[in-house]
C-alpha cells in the first residue's frame, strides 16, 4: 500500500504564501503523475495542479501565476509553492499519486488531506 504525507498547511493572511509538501511511501517502482487537489466546504474536489514523471505541469486557471507545482523524484516528494493567497484559496488540500509498486502493479493513492484557510 502506497500511504502520501502531506504537510505544510495552515492559516495565513491575504497575500500571504504557504508550501505544501507531500511523500509517497511504500514499495514504489515508479511514481508518474502527482498531483494536488482540494476541496472547499460545500463544493466538489478540484485540481489544482498536476506535474508529470517528467515534470510536465498544469495548472487550474485559478491558480496560475500564483502557484508552482515541483517534485524531487529521489525524494519521491512533490511540493506546492503557493504565493499571493486569496481566501477563495481556502480549502483542504489534498495529495494525489499514481504509479506502479514493487511486484504489486499500479497504484493511485491520495494524502489525508491538509487545511489551507487564507483571512482576508
Known amino acids: 500500500q502506497v500511504q502520501l504525507a502531506e504537510s505544510g498547511g495552515g492559516l495565513v493572511q491575504a497575500g500571504g504564501s504557504l508550501r505544501l509538501s507531500c511523500t509517497a511511501s511504500g514499495r514504489l517502482s515508479r511514481v508518474s503523475d502527482m498531483a494536488w487537489y482540494r476541496q472547499a466546504p460545500g463544493l466538489q474536489r478540484e485540481l489544482v495542479a498536476i506535474i508529470s514523471g517528467g515534470d510536465t505541469t498544469r495548472y487550474a486557471d485559478s491558480v496560475k501565476g500564483r502557484f508552482t507545482i515541483s517534485r524531487d523524484n529521489g525524494k519521491n516528494t512533490m511540493f506546492l509553492q503557493m504565493n499571493n493567497l486569496k481566501p477563495e484559496d481556502t480549502a483542504v488540500y489534498y495529495c494525489?499519486?499514481?504509479?506502479?509498486?514493487?511486484?504489486?502493479?499500479?497504484?493511485?493513492?491520495w494524502g489525508q488531506g491538509t487545511q489551507v484557510t487564507v483571512s482576508s
Open positions: 494525489n499519486a499514481q504509479g506502479y509498486q514493487v511486484a504489486l502493479g499500479p497504484f493511485n493513492s
